[in-house]
Structure formats: structure tokens, C-alpha cells
DNA sequence: CCTTCAAGTCTGCAATCCAGACGTTATGAC
DNA sequence: GTCATAACGTCTGGATTGCAGACTTGAAGG
């Protein structure tokens, strides 16, 4: 099972990379902030390996942007925390790039964050 | 060897996290916003595997971050598109939430852009 | 021609990924 | 209460990806 291990480099980007740097928790961060709460809703909605996507919530508790509860137990929700929310700009931003940059003239962006 | 194959998820958050949720490719372009250019710099800067380095710069390469000068031969440099300078805000903001939440209260967050 | 350096390539091994099956505990219907 | 179902994971095995480090190749300098 992957584990997080925080990065110590006095850059804040590396620092965020490490974090970051991963195709799920960036998916799985936009579903949450979509409203996904609960365990089966992010396997389905992303099509995550069962185990990938344990791994990325355990990751994504010990960096303090989701919180389970109840803390033990089934039937858990994961609940974004305020270091998570703060997050939004920079998904804006990433959106704004991509909408602008990777897609082609005779596609339509979907809206981020939709609504 | 790693190769890139983009995203037509409508969601430009999906598309991006294909491109961007790498921790290698990160790094690479935050080393190329501050200056690097060849590619033993990346080597030495970050302490990437040669294959791995290879395999990233072909990936920004294809999706149009980078541009090799010249395009075939030995001692290339990796020049930095447009597209590619259009994402420093991206790298600002995430700087930006890295400095005000992932460093402790006695940690001192390197300045991002440096200088 | 000989050396050095830049820019990869190759090899072998370790970590990660995924599909799909299985286990366990809550919840709701009756 | 008890039975069925759904939620939340764990486990297994095989494929893919990743890395460290040695090797190769071509250009430049002397």
C-alpha cells in the first residue's frame, strides 16, 4: 500500500508535488469537492481500484484535506477540511489552463466546478 | 517507456490531471520556470533516474510544454512553449497553498518563483 | 587520435496497478 | 430478531510501471 510521506524540501512546490503529483488524488479531490462523500461513490464515479483508492484516503487524512467519520467503523463519509476548500484556486487555475490549453477549438470544456 | 497519451475526458480538471498529476513532470517544469535547460541540469537538480527524465521530457514534448532546440542530435536544450508559461499562475497558487499549509509554523517556505 | 562530456539506452529488480473475488459489519424490511 | 442487501474495505495474482546504476553513442576539444 502506498503511504505519504511528507515532503521536507524548503520548496513549496516540491513540497506540493509530493502531495499532488498523482492522477487520483487530484480526481478524487475534484469529486469531493463535487459533493462525493462516500467510499463506493468515488469508486464509481472515477472506475478506482478498490485498494488505489483506500490508499489515496488514507493518504489524503494524514495530509490533514479529508476527515472520516465517523473516524471508525463503516459507512464512513469523508469530509473535505478547511486545508482542502483552500485548494479551489488552485483547481481553478488548473482548469482554466486546461480549458484553454488542452482542448481542441471544436471541443466544449466541461464547466469547473460544474453547475 | 512512460508515454503520454492525453485525455479526452470533458472535465479540464481530468485532463490536466493526466498531464500534471506526475510528480516528475512538476518538478521538471518548475526547475525549467527557474532557469534549466539541459538535460543533465535535470539530472543534477532533481536526482531523476536518466530513463525517468527520458520518458517526462518526451511526455511535455508531445503535449506541447516543451520544444527541443535542436529537434534531433546531442546537446539539446528544452525550451519552454507558451503553453507551457501559461501555467506559472497554476504554479503560483499551489506555491501559494503549499507556503500557508504545508509548513509548520517555524519552517520557512523558500520563495516561489526563487529571486 | 584520445579524452571528456552530454544525452540518452539497457538491464534487472522493486514497487505499484488493476480486476475481481472475498470478508465483515451496518442498515432496512419484515 | 433475522434475513437480505449494501457499504467498506482486504486479498491474490498477474501486468505494468518505476528506479538505480552501468553501458553506449556521438560531438567537441586538444
Redesign the pocket.
Known amino acids: 500500500?502506498?503511504?505519504y510521506r511528507p515532503s521536507r524540501a524548503p520548496c513549496p512546490v516540491a513540497r506540493a508535488a509530493r502531495l499532488l503529483g498523482?492522477r487520483?488524488v487530484l480526481l478524487i479531490l475534484r469529486d469531493a469537492f463535487l459533493g462525493a462523500e462516500?467510499?463506493?461513490?468515488f469508486v464509481d464515479r472515477l472506475?478506482?481500484?478498490?485498494?488505489?483508492l483506500?490508499?489515496r484516503?488514507a493518504i489524503l487524512q494524514e495530509a490533514g484535506l479529508l476527515r472520516?467519520d465517523p473516524p471508525e467503523?463503516?459507512?464512513?463519509?469523508?469530509i473535505l477540511t478547511d486545508k482542502a476548500h483552500a485548494l479551489v484556486p488552485v483547481f481553478t487555475e488548473m482548469a482554466g489552463w486546461s480549458s484553454a490549453h488542452l482542448f481542441a477549438e471544436d471541443e466544449a470544456p466541461a464547466r469547473w466546478p460544474a453547475g
Do not use: C, H, Q, V
Open positions: 500500500m502506498k503511504t498523482d487520483w462516500r467510499f463506493e461513490e472506475g478506482i481500484n478498490r485498494a488505489a483506500t490508499s484516503l472520516r467503523g463503516k459507512r464512513a463519509r469523508y
